[in-house]
């Protein structure tokens, strides 16, 4: 079993920046993938980041790309996410997530971390 607990969420105008992080509990947290999804009020969850086990590959989805960047520390067991100019749509509940290659499955969820960008 894998714990994720995620920190970093508040509120922020928009254009100003975030660093969310998600801690996980176990020292095989290296063998998955991580990433992160976030969910808007009345909307399904959706993906919005990733990184390979390594920290080699990274993948975005097209609405946070060249604004977010994800890092991830395997001797820190430690996934973040940088989250620049940020926009009123970008409000929602952010998910930390491990699972398979570009997160395919997804075998662990965090608890969620609320993001709110004001205008």
């Known amino acids: 079993q894998v714990q994720l607990v995620e920190s970093g969420g508040g509120l922020v105008q928009a254009g100003g920046s975030l660093r969310l992080s998600c801690a996980a509990s176990?020292?095989?947290?290296?063998?998955?993938?991580m990433g992160w999804f976030r969910q808007a009020p009345g909307k399904e969850r959706e993906f919005a980041a990733a990184i390979s086990w390594s920290g080699s590959s990274t993948y975005y989805a097209d609405s946070v790309k060249g604004r977010f960047t994800i890092s991830r520390d395997n001797a820190k067991n430690t996934v973040n996410l940088q989250m620049n100019s940020l926009k009123p749509e970008d409000t929602a509940v952010y998910y930390c997530a491990a699972g398979s290659s570009k997160l395919a499955q997804i075998d662990y969820w965090g608890q969620g971390t609320q993001v709110t960008v004001s205008s």
């Open positions: 176990r020292r095989t947290f290296s063998r998955y993938a």
